[in-house]
């Protein structure tokens, strides 16, 4: 029987969908997208939003940019998909060119397709290179839903599905908005917190430490930046292990903290590198790059990821496009621009609301936590609730990560081609959405 074209009414729409979607996260959002074009999602019912979130945190250009658009219409026309172990120039200059953008030794690379399966490969390669298998990652991570990434994921989604791969520790995350070791005059003691850490792993290992994996801005823990010096020590930890370290620049990578990779900022250079998100600018690319001699390792060790759309060509023309826009704009220094105006507007609507406790985040990637308590920092679910919901309503969508022993923290990411006027446009909704929720309280 042929299936309607014609649109569906809303009511009809979600009723279908609430018979036939598997529900993977939460509620579904009532709105129905029907297009969206720059920094803006339009519904079926008229309405416009400002996207605060880039997507999934991954439409780095803003929504149907002129440029990427133009290449998939071009590439899916002559070359889309291949067997696996076949090559296209595509792939080649993609993988040539984010070593250009990356220092000594990154230089090899391996294109995927998503953040998940980028550290699952990076995880693979690490176990087989060192020949061990434990991996640390922080306690608030999120790394993915695939095996190996799951089992390194702490900030939700471990509860009811039986065991995690073995081997997994976590370690604190360093916030310095909350801290848990403290110097004398009550700040952060992250140098402290980190030993203690050690101590700890060191006492559980059964001697097989493989990698620490871990984010260098924690996003789904609630934009979390380690202090400047951290993943100096981090690594020095790692060295004196005989561990790798893996870098899971999802959300960081490629210009959105100011810098062309967040990692930059330290002087640290992974053992690993892992891409996803920001790369594929809303489309399904990912990488892990790693050094020459790490690859001859794993290589000469068997590696294998042979999946069914690694080293694709129609996203990695797309990839190739999108360091294109990001060089030819020049939007790093337009994240670092960007990103000081929005974090002055966050910081006045953080004088003008009390129930902000925490304006944090580098370059386009802002966190704002919200709490009950300024003195106290004590936190309510309800209240990041209602301020995404009242956000919503008056035309901006945001996200707000919820964790225990945290408040609502809003994750803002909006495109790196978003103007300071939307900027300001989101802002004022922001502040009223603050403002509205807060007086219900």
Known sequence: MAASTAPLSAGTFWADAERHLVRYGGEFTREIIDRAAGSFLFTADGRRILDFTSGQMSALLGHSHPSIVATVQRQVATLDHL???MLSRPVVD??????????A??????LLTTGAESNEAAIRMAKLVTGKHEIISFA?????????????TYSTGRKGYGPAAPGNFAIPVPNAYRPDFTTDDGSLDWSRQLDFAFDLIDAQSTGSLAACLVEPILSSGGIIEPPAGYFAALRDKCR?????LILDEAQTGLCRTGTWYAFERDG??????????????????????TSAEIEQEAHRRGFLFFTTHVADPLVAAVGNTVLDVLMDDKLDERARSLGAFLRDGLADIADRHRVVGDVRGRGMLAGLELVVDRETKRTS??????????CLELGLHTNIVQLPG????MRIAPPLTATEDELSLGLTILDQAIGDAGAEL
């Open 83 to 85: 067997y696996s172990g």
């Open 406 to 409: 945290m408040g609502g923290v």
């Open 94 to 103: 993609l993988a040539r060119r984010l070593a250009g953008t990356l220092p």
């Open 268 to 289: 640290v250079v992974p053992d690993i590198l892992t891409l996803s998100k920001t790369l594929g600018a809303g489309l399904p690319l990912a990488a892990l790059v």
């Open 105 to 110: 030794p990154l230089e090899k690379a391996l």
């Open 140 to 152: 608030r991570s999120w790394h993915g839903m695939t095996q190996a990434a799951a089992s390194a």
């Open 381 to 390: 679910d309800e209240l990041g609730t209602r301020v995404t919901r009242r």
């Open 240 to 244: 004196e292990r005989e561990m790798l």
